[in-house]
């Protein structure tokens, strides 16, 4: 694959986050509360799964990074530049793979990069036309009408498009709704090769599976709110986890541990909450073994993990 490696200079000044959001608010003019109060930072270099289901607000979110939403209040910068205080730079930092395809019919691909080229103000002599084809595999289409182009070549005319300015970040807004198994994956190629490069990427999705093979971190945004953000081996975890509170027959001074449960704590002189990966072992294997460290078992109430509705959610929707 061609290198797409950002022509933008790191600047040694720069704050170590590629985007950085603070208290971010969005309340369109019908009244809709689409974003509350949402903080997250993306480190460079990192890929970063925005993942929520539809309607959570993600579009609005990316929209309000590439300018095209006018936020109601908070703070965001994209590579240290702040959305207001420095929205030319921001822009030029970022590059925004929309969620909805949209081209003119009439332009060819190379044409179609030529024009986002110009309006990035890109020189002729810094131009990588013919380049960005080649890698997003284009190249013999360079020359075609946009409108006979199959969906897929589409998506990856939007992904060199967004490269056009050579932008340090890169934002996906669910580049993968509705699109077959192969191009996903012809898809994930091109963005883990960016990343590779350097580039920091950012995608939305509300495939949990999608977001946890490719992401380092991910952050969960349900109805607005950021309910999760951490690194996906954590996310995920959590998301095995299942608890369940018994009631023991007698007090005792700690937990009953066991090299099987995730976590145990005393809750109450005589009640004891086990977190256990469900994967690996079920209710009656934990009160058994509590049964086998010579305790009796009064009452039992299983407990699910925060995230398992949200996750079962997310999923169930896919
Ligand atoms: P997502 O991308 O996560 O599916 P969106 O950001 O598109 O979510 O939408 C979040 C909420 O804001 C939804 O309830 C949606 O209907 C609403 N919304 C999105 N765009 C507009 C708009 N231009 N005007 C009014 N409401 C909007
Ligand atoms: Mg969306």
């Not at 024009?115 to 284009?138: C, D, F």
Request: glycine share 8%; proline share 4%.
């Amino acid at each position: 694959m061609i290198a797409l490696t950002p022509c933008v200079r790191y600047r040694t000044d720069m704050s170590e986050q590629a985007i950085s959001i603070h208290n971010l608010s969005k309340k369109y003019a019908g009244g809709k509360q689409a974003l509350s109060d949402v903080s997250f930072d993306v480190a460079q270099g990192s890929i970063f799964g925005l993942l929520g289901p539809n309607g959570a607000g993600k579009s609005t979110l990316i929209n309000i990074l590439a300018g095209l939403v006018m936020k109601t209040s908070g703070s965001a910068s994209i590579w240290g530049f702040d959305i207001d205080a420095h929205p030319r730079n921001a822009k030029a930092s970022i590059g925004i793979v929309p969620q909805e395809i949209m081209f003119d019919p009439f332009f060819t691909p190379k044409e179609a990069l030529e024009l986002q080229a110009g309006l990035y103000g890109v020189p002729k002599s810094k131009r990588r036309t013919m380049e960005l084809l080649k890698a997003v595999r284009l190249e013999d289409k360079a020359d075609a009408y946009a409108r006979t182009l199959s969906g897929g070549m589409k998506r990856r005319l939007l992904v060199a498009k967004a490269m056009v300015h050579a932008p340090p970040v890169i934002v996906l807004d669910e580049p993968t709704a509705g699109v077959d198994i192969e191009l996903r994956q012809q898809l994930w190629d091109y963005v883990q090769e960016l990343n590779r490069q350097g580039v920091t990427v950012v995608l939305t999705t509300h495939y949990l599976e999608e977001a946890e093979q490719l992401c380092d971190r991910i952050a969960i945004i349900n109805h607005g709110q950021l309910i999760a953000n951490k690194p996906t081996r954590e996310l995920v975890g959590m998301a095995r986890e299942k608890a369940v509170v018994l009631t023991l027959d007698r007090d005792v001074t700690s937990a009953p541990t066991h090299a099987a449960f995730e976590k145990a704590e005393l809750v109450g002189e005589r009640t004891v909450e086990i977190t256990y990966n469900k994967d690996r072992m079920n209710a009656g294997e934990v009160l058994s073994v509590i049964q086998g460290l010579g305790l009796g078992i009064i009452d039992v109430t299983t407990k699910e993990a925060d995230l398992e509705d949200v996750f079962l959610r997310l999923t169930s929707t896919a």
